[in-house]
């Protein structure tokens, strides 16, 4: 079959792939414990369920504007507003289906061919894909365990150059957890006030989810505010996974430019969604703030338990809901059957004899490490790790 060259400039994103393989598994009757996919484990708030069930009442069931339902556009203004002291205007903002079409349309709408986007490593998975889709090329700048997974100054300055068009990163990062602190942020925008050619898109889907204090937006910086794109959704603070709904703020050209690349691709988002992100983005946090105590303590017990683990590395995620152990002491070991080669091999190795499913480093760009998520019940925290405390211990020198 003669598909299109299109294909082959991405790979498969390897979140879903390994939670496929985990439902593979489990539909075999395998008990598989997942800390692959980044998914909150909570029912979406009542008060949310609500709204969307009144706007079917209502026959809110025909097509939205494209960039978004004006009051929701004017709801995620004075969220902005509310939340991180930042003023845009409704026509700044686009509605997409989900977090993952904002990036898209972000990135087709600023990178030509053969420019340059810095992505720090760790990165979500999807950033370079989208990259190479727009005919981009990714520039990987490395963090280390270290350095708790950030840039410095000096690399973002040692990065930038000619061709370099963007700059993309995630606080609270996917898959760190590293969260940017507004005086980390200011020190990146001292060394972006040198080089106006270059755009940021700030990933702050995990906006909520901080275990350290408040959110910092690299936006928050007037002499950068007409080159950043905000990317934001409903997924992970709200527990709307399925819901399928996630914005930018952006620079009004910026944006119109999004609105036009959507209205080619999808048009608007889901009316009945719509009805409810306003629903979520105007009410009370409270059922927002008891998930991530939730959270909070699964944070603990995660670290307790990689801390009984010999030869790991791992810093405290301050957000988000993974850890991402540095794993690359069990390399070159064996269990007598299985031979662990790189991160890879190790994520395949806990699936089919931990039976826990992971992510391995390498599709973040740190091919070290391996993703666990802690979007689970404290049940299957405790029960995952000492499964993988056990295959851990069963690897020797090969």
């Known amino acids: 079959m003669a598909l299109s060259l299109f294909l082959n400039r991405f790979n498969e994103p390897e979140t879903l792939r390994m939670a496929q393989l985990g439902r593979e598994l489990r539909a075999k009757g395998i008990d598989v414990i997942d800390m692959s996919l980044g998914e909150p484990d909570f029912d979406t708030p009542q008060h949310i369920k609500e709204a969307a069930i009144n706007a079917i009442h209502e026959n809110w ?236 303590k699964r944070r603990e017990l995660v670290l307790e338990l990689i801390q009984a683990i010999p030869g790991i590395k791992c810093p405290a995620p301050a957000g988000a809901f993974y850890v991402f152990p540095d794993l690359s002491y069990y390399f070159g070991k064996t269990d007598g059957e299985t031979t662990i080669r790189n991160a890879a091999d190790l994520s395949m190795y806990l699936l089919n004899k931990a039976h826990v499913s992971s992510v391995m480093g390498d599709a973040f760009g740190e091919p070290r490490c391996v993703r666990f998520s802690f979007a689970n019940s404290r049940a299957n925290i405790q029960e995952g790790w000492s499964r993988i405390t056990a295959a851990l211990a069963a690897l020797r020198e090969a």
């Open 61 to 296: 069931t025909h097509y939205t504007p494209v960039a978004g339902l004006p009051d929701l556009r004017k709801a995620v203004c004075q969220k902005l507003k509310r939340d991180n002291q930042l003023d845009y205007n409704p026509e700044q903002i686009v509605v997409s289906t989900g977090a993952k079409q904002s990036l898209a349309n972000a990135i087709l709408s600023l990178v030509d061919e053969g420019e340059e986007v810095i992505i720090p490593t760790p990165y979500w998975v999807t950033y370079s894909e989208l990259v190479k889709i727009a005919r981009g090329k990714v520039k990987e700048v490395h963090t280390t365990t270290e350095s708790g997974f950030k840039i410095s100054p000096q690399q973002l300055r040692e990065a930038i150059g000619p061709a370099t068009k963007l700059f993309m990163f995630s606080s609270p990062c996917n898959p760190s957890g590293a969260v940017y602190t507004k005086e980390e942020l200011a020190q990146l925008a001292a060394i972006f006030e040198q080089y106006p050619h270059v755009y940021i898109i700030s990933d702050e889907i995990y906006e909520y989810i901080n275990f350290i204090g408040t959110h910092a937006s690299i936006a928050s910086f007037s002499s950068l505010k007409d080159r950043v794109i905000i990317i934001n959704g409903l997924s992970k603070g709200f527990a709307m996974t399925g819901w399928r709904l996630g914005y930018m703020a952006a620079p009004l050209a910026i944006a119109k430019a999004c609105e036009k690349v959507q209205g080619q691709f999808t048009s608007g988002a889901n009316s009945i969604t719509q009805k409810a992100a306003v629903a979520a983005l105007s009410a009370d946090l409270r059922p927002t703030h008891e998930m991530v105590e939730e959270f909070a």
